[in-house]
């Protein structure tokens, strides 16, 4: 398999901060928003090249929803931001009625999203948000994998017309994709082939399914691993593809189980070719206290768990035979 290594750490949430300061030397229809976070959301050199196209909304989710989707009356482009629980959660109302309904070209982004969150704890571990976002009609709904591809997708979606849920992270991860890379929404990323499993996987989970496919190779099983960053519109294409190579199916994703990146790769599959498929999620609950590490390895989200779940899935399709 292609080989992915790294040379620094980053969170995905300085790549959104790196987005923005792009956009704000680039493109002077783009507003900035924010909820009280600023220096959570890394908006700092944003606001101090562009003071003028930026408004602290205050804690005021609600209300930040509101005066994003009047800002596009005028031609412009407000990126909302704030933390992914209150960014999704605290305001579904006002995204479906103001935003989606009317198709606004709302960007709404949000970080420390999923368990990573670590030591805030449940009530700000939002697990649910990609399922909520991606039932709404008109939203396209991403999650990217690293800082670099943040930055490019935080980049790509102000071109983008209609609404977007752009979500991102705390921790600190590696930094695996290139610099310059080119961002097109709704088109998976085909990380590494294989011909045994395919490893789905989105986010944060990405690395960890490079991980687990290296450790599978050492065990004599070749493991396909792709990035859906984007999570609607899927790339049905790119799914069926894999799926019709390998013949069975592991889904990664730091999300609640049901309503995530699996639930549609498992509705695209029953539609088209039924395959073994086993999801890397969290299992119907919420999470608690603890560091991220802790989190991923508790909830079952680790790449040995990706392994242990690609095993499953062979053996499955080997019953089937």
């Not at 560091?291 to 790449?303: D, F, I, R």
Request: charged share 20%.
């Amino acid at each position: 398999m292609k080989k992915f290594t790294y040379t620094e750490k980053k969170d995905t949430r300085s790549g959104f901060g790196a987005g923005m300061a792009e956009l704000g030397r680039t493109n002077p229809n783009v507003v900035a928003l924010c909820a009280d976070l600023v220096a959570s959301l890394k908006l700092d050199t944003f606001i101090k090249e562009n003071p003028e196209r930026f408004i602290q909304c205050g804690i005021a989710e609600a209300n930040m929803i509101g005066v994003s989707a009047g800002l596009t009356l005028n031609g412009l482009v407000p990126f909302a931001s704030t933390f992914a629980n209150f960014g999704s959660g605290r305001v579904y109302d006002q995204i479906r009625q103001s935003v989606a309904y009317s198709n606004k070209n709302v960007k709404i982004c949000v970080s420390h999203a999923g368990l990573t969150l670590g030591e805030d704890g449940a009530t700000h571990q939002i697990l649910e948000d990609l399922g909520m976002m991606k039932t709404l009609p008109n939203m396209t709904v991403i999650n990217p994998c690293d800082y670099n591809q943040t930055k490019a997708a935080t980049i790509a979606i102000a071109n983008h017309e209609g609404p977007v849920y752009l979500r991102f992270g705390r921790p600190v991860i590696p930094v695996f994709t290139g610099a310059d890379q080119p961002f097109e929404i709704g088109k998976a990323w085909l990380v590494s082939e294989g011909t045994d499993v395919s490893l789905f996987a989105t986010g944060h989970l990405v690395w960890e399914a490079i991980q687990a496919a290296e450790a599978l190779e050492a065990e004599g099983i070749s493991a396909e691993v792709i990035n859906i960053h984007t999570i609607k519109p899927l790339d049905e294409e790119a799914v069926l593809r894999s799926v019709q190579k390998t013949g069975c199916v592991v889904t990664a994703e730091e999300h609640m189980e049901n309503s995530g990146l699996g639930d549609s790769i498992a509705q695209v599959l029953a539609k088209n070719f039924p395959a073994p498929i086993e999801y890397v999620a969290v299992k119907d609950t919420f999470g608690e206290s603890g560091t991220p590490a802790q989190l991923m390895e508790k909830y079952g989200l680790s790449a040995a768990h990706i392994v242990t779940a690609a095993k499953q899935a062979i053996q499955r399709k080997t019953n089937q035979a």
